[in-house]
């Protein structure tokens, strides 16, 4: 059985996100005897030199966008035992980052096209077609559409992963014809039509044979109005066809006893003390081992939660913590934890930009993850700080309340800390909560190497979607 992933991005070529890491990480995980996973991305200007000196040229097509017809190179990379195919445009894709460009509508219009008409030249023709967020919605129903007719694309069965609702490529109705090629009768509530617009995240929900989601509790979400983002109907309508998987990740990579990044790789709490240390004096913070460091590398957008940090963060400093910060997003949060990191030299490091050694290096050395998400599909955070041992908070919502157990002082048994409401306060008594147990030297220790024996590589993801597979192609 053959599936080809359509992503707009996958790690360690390109990546912007948990997208990136789950197509990095899942296909690695699928691949065996009788499933061979292969992979297609746009050609990015930013890919790594070390990747696109060693890219294989297969063929060049031209693809249809409306009334046009344009360039479109196929070039192939074969790494651990995965195919990775890049479509190369160099009128979309020779730019600087992935997204946020005023023609992203006509950019993954393209893309999603060229997937299809790039299929008859790859290696192995897929029985699956498993597209991935908006990006990738279009290539369901063009399969429906333009490719019906032809005996090589019948029996192509399609999946569509939702990894976060709230971004759906919304784009005027004329994108309908000029881009997608498609007629009025596509243009309904239950195909494209969205409050009088084109939807592409609905074009994949709509059109796919399944529909997969990051974590359980984010399928049952989704379907309620407050977290289904004007979706919450259609989605109910077509439930019997949603699955919720969690994801994984990459445990041989984030491995704290073989990690290059740290500071020094480490097995138990004496070693992840000193990577803490180290962190202290890199970030310029005061060397204090009782002093708890609670960490956060995230994007600065409301999903985050980060109006409940600035809410408290006042109160928060008048504990005996060190706050570490790393990441960007929304300029009014970038400009106010700039403001409270001068106000708090010695208390608070706030790193506005991202560098992947950097944020290991935190994992590593931090006592504790904050991620109070208004909404969080799956989360990959929580699951690399579990792996280098630094203990999570965080609100029950989506993958966070189905991989994180509130930990209960009566019995010892949980994983984190976690909260319900959508909370300022309700979020600080946790960390509070949190700050009691880790001057409780043997129980905090013995949390921290529970955490880091905990089992979120991808093999029981895997496992599911390979089951999901088999059962499509029956």
């Not at 009788?34 to 890919?47: F, N």
């Not at 004007?230 to 969690?246: E, M, P, S, Y």
């Not at 994984?248 to 491995?255: F, H, L, V």
Request: glycine residues 6%; contains cysteine.
């Amino acid at each position: 059985m053959n599936v080809l992933y359509a992503a707009s991005e996958c790690a360690p070529f390109v990546k912007t996100g948990g997208l990136g890491d789950v197509i990095g990480a899942l296909p690695k995980s699928l691949t065996n005897q009788d499933l061979h996973i292969s992979v297609v991305l746009p050609k990015y200007e930013d890919i790594p030199v070390k990747y696109t000196e060693n890219l294989e040229f297969v063929t060049s097509i031209n693809v249809s966008v409306g009334w046009r017809q344009q360039y479109c190179g196929i070039l192939k990379l074969e790494k651990d035992e995965v195919t990775y195919y890049f479509l190369d445009n160099e009128y979309y894709f020779k730019r600087h980052g992935s997204y946020g460009y005023h023609d992203d509508g006509e950019r993954f219009a393209f893309f999603s096209r060229a997937v299809l008409e790039s299929l008859p030249h790859l290696k192995d023709k897929p029985d699956i077609i498993h597209c991935h967020d908006w990006q990738t919605g279009p290539i369901s129903v063009m399969l429906k559409a333009h490719f019906a007719h032809n005996p090589f694309y019948r029996n192509i069965k399609t999946v569509f992963t939702i990894h976060n609702l709230r971004y759906q490529g919304i784009y005027p109705k004329g994108v309908l014809y000029d881009l997608l090629e498609l007629d009025d009768s596509y243009f309904h509530m239950n195909g494209l039509e969205f409050y009088g617009n084109v939807n592409y995240m609905k074009a994949g929900l709509a059109y796919s044979d399944c529909i997969t989601t990051v974590s359980p509790s984010y399928a049952e979400e989704i379907q309620w109005p407050y977290y289904g983002e004007q979706l919450d109907g259609f989605i109910r309508a077509r439930q019997n066809h949603l699955v919720g998987i969690i994801n994984g990740i990459d445990d041989s990579s984030y491995n704290p006893e073989t990690d290059d990044d740290l500071f020094q790789p480490y097995s138990d709490i004496v070693g992840k003390q000193l990577n803490k240390q180290k962190l202290q004096e890199k970030l310029h913070l005061p060397v204090r081992t009782d002093t708890p460091v609670i960490s956060m590398i995230t994007r600065l957008v409301d999903q985050k939660g980060i109006d409940l940090i600035l809410r408290v963060f006042h109160e928060l400093m008048s504990y005996d913590v060190q706050f570490v910060l790393l990441g960007t997003g929304d300029y009014r949060y970038e400009q106010a934890f700039k403001d409270l990191g001068f106000q708090y030299p010695d208390k608070a490091s706030i790193n506005i930009y991202f560098d992947e050694s950097l944020a290991r290096q935190i994992y590593s050395g931090s006592d504790l993850f904050l991620m109070p998400s208004q909404f969080e599909p799956c989360g990959i955070g929580q699951l690399i700080s579990f792996r280098y041992g630094t203990i999570p908070i965080v609100r029950e919502t989506g993958g966070l309340k189905d991989t994180v157990i509130p930990y209960n002082e009566f019995t010892d048994e949980g994983t984190g800390f976690t909260f319900t409401n959508f909370n300022a306060h309700d979020m600080l008594y946790t960390i509070e909560r949190a700050l009691g147990f880790f001057h409780q030297t043997e129980k905090w220790k013995r949390l921290v190497e529970q955490a880091m024996k905990l089992d979120f590589s991808w093999d029981a993801s895997a496992e599911k979607y390979h089951s999901l597979y088999k059962q499509l192609v029956l």
